[in-house]
T-cell receptor, first 114, second 109 residues
Framework: ETGVTQSPTHLIKTRGQQVTLRCSSQ?????VSWYQQALGQGPQFIFQ???????GRGNFPPRFSGLQFPNYSSELNVNALELDDSALYLC?????????????FGEGSRLTVL | DAKTTQPPSMDCAEGRAANLPCNHS???????VYWYRQIHSQGPQYIIH???NNETNEMASLIITEDRKSSTLILPHATLRDTAVYYC??????????FGAGTTVTVRA
């Protein structure tokens, strides 16, 4: 148990729809990052939030967006869903923004786009 | 990001030591070697990390060569619960982890 919780655990959407995934970080952690893991591949970095500001982004289009709230919980929003967005979405929390602290991952939200 | 090379899979007998190799020949002086593992259908779990010196914790040992171009993760007494994908990651003063394909380790009874 890492103390990082994600919801929902599973969901199914259709192409063109929008989805919001949620993450509660470990107590005391002020940094949240999101990763996408396609079947059979390693996780790919989407972006990171530190003190409610995005401070790093991977190679994902603008239809992937996020928020971090004052209590450091976070949302990942994906607009105009495509079939290739089907994946496990992982949230990780850590302490300290740009430092190299250990990341604690949640169990993920599995998104299926039909 | 420096890249790592790991064997795609390996088997290990329960109760024996599992030695997982990783090559990172382009690693820079300020970059750390991290190991994570991912048990099926779960999120990645931190195992250990190091810069130059060998490191040991309750889960594993990390042996880094003197030239830092390769490392070995050692699980001293593998159990069936250690069956997972193991990722070797090189990370600098950066916020993200760059995962490769990892090594699928199967521990057999």
């Amino acid at each position: 148990e890492t103390g990082v919780t994600q919801s929902p655990t599973h969901l199914i959407k259709t192409r063109g729809q929008q989805v919001t995934l949620r993450c509660s970080s470990q107590s005391g952690h002020n940094t949240v990052s999101w990763y996408q893991q396609a079947l059979g591949q390693g996780p790919q970095f989407i972006f990171q939030y530190y003190r409610e500001e995005e401070n790093g982004r991977g190679n994902f289009p603008p239809r992937f967006s996020g928020l971090q709230f004052p209590n450091y919980s976070s949302e990942l929003n994906v607009n105009a869903l495509e079939l290739d967005d089907s994946a496990l979405y992982l949230c990780a929390s850590s302490l300290g923004g740009l430092n190299t602290g250990e990341l604690f991952f949640g169990e993920g939200s599995r998104l299926t786009v039909l | 990001d420096a890249k790592t090379t790991q064997p795609p899979s390996m088997d290990c007998a329960e109760g024996r030591a599992a030695n997982l190799p990783c090559n990172h020949s382009t690693i820079s002086g300020n970059e750390y070697v991290y190991w994570y593992r991912q048990i099926h259908s779960q999120g990645p779990q931190y195992i250990i990390h190091g810069l130059k010196n060998n490191e040991t914790n309750e889960m594993a040992s990390l042996i880094i060569t003197e030239d830092r171009k390769s490392s070995t993760l050692i699980l001293p007494h593998a159990t069936l619960r250690d069956t997972a994908v193991y990722y070797c990651i090189v990370r600098g003063n950066d916020y993200k982890l760059s995962f490769g394909a990892g090594t699928t380790v199967t521990v057999r009874a």
